[in-house]
């Protein structure tokens, strides 16, 4: 069975600064999608990014960027000027290419942005 | 397009009733899913369907039934609510292509249930 692993219960970083939330997974599948997710107070869960594993270049989604180590099987979401409204949870999840449709999360970073 | 709706946004139940959560989605997807958000556990999937009249379980299926007469409807029911069930429980739809599908899972606003 998949896993994945958020390590960094908490985040924070100034307004404007660049931060970075880590995640890493286990699998034996090569094909396979991840996701960042976004749950801000409001509860809504919204889709920041997607990463294909068969592609080897970065997904970026304007001030959102995935560093994806395959090998390494690491999984970074960078939040580049970061602002008030990205104040969240943010969660990893892995999706198999084979079968469901299955979604395995990790279990949360809450980041605070600091005015 | 409404996306993804979830009735009631609240609800507190005593041990031992029974209710149904509603899900119900228009974008025509295939794939409907309920998952349950507890603290420090992220989502964890109870049951999920890919299509009318299938369904399957998922990583913590007891305690929860469900059915899918249609592709927009998927409700959850609890037969005999327990503590261990508080949660806040999401709905996720989307299209299947095949056996997989590149797709992305919407999410409903999801249902906060207190059981006491």
């Known amino acids: 069975a998949q896993t994945v692993t958020q390590s960094q219960p908490e985040m924070s970083v100034q307004e404007a600064e660049t931060v970075t939330l880590s995640c890493t997974y286990d699998t034996s599948e090569s094909d396979y999608y991840l996701f960042w997710y976004k749950q801000p107070p409001s509860r809504q869960m919204i889709l920041v990014i997607r990463?294909?594993?068969?592609?080897?270049q970065n997904a970026t989604e304007n001030r959102f960027s995935v560093n994806f180590q395959k090998a390494a099987k690491s999984f970074s979401l960078k939040i580049s000027d970061s602002q008030l409204g990205d104040a969240a949870m943010y969660f990893c999840?892995?999706?198999?290419?084979?079968?469901?449709?299955?979604?395995?999360f990790g279990t949360g970073t809450r980041l605070t942005i600091i005015p | 397009n409404a996306g993804v709706t979830q009735t009631p946004k609240f609800q507190v139940l005593k041990t031992g009733q029974s209710m149904t959560l509603q899900c119900a989605q228009d974008m025509n997807h295939e794939y409907m899913s309920w998952y349950r958000q507890d603290p420090g556990m992220g989502l964890r999937l109870i049951h999920y369907s890919v299509g009318a009249g299938i369904t399957d379980q998922g990583e913590v299926p007891n305690g929860y039934n469900v059915s899918r007469s249609t592709t927009e409807d998927f409700p959850l029911r609890l037969l005999s609510a327990a503590p261990s069930q508080t949660s806040v429980y999401f709905c996720a739809s989307s299209y299947i292509f095949g056996r997989a599908s590149t797709d992305t899972q919407y999410f409903g606003p999801g249902t906060r249930l207190t059981v006491l």
């Open positions: 990463q294909e594993a068969y592609k080897q």
């Open positions: 999840a892995y999706r198999s290419n084979f079968g469901n449709e299955k979604l395995t």
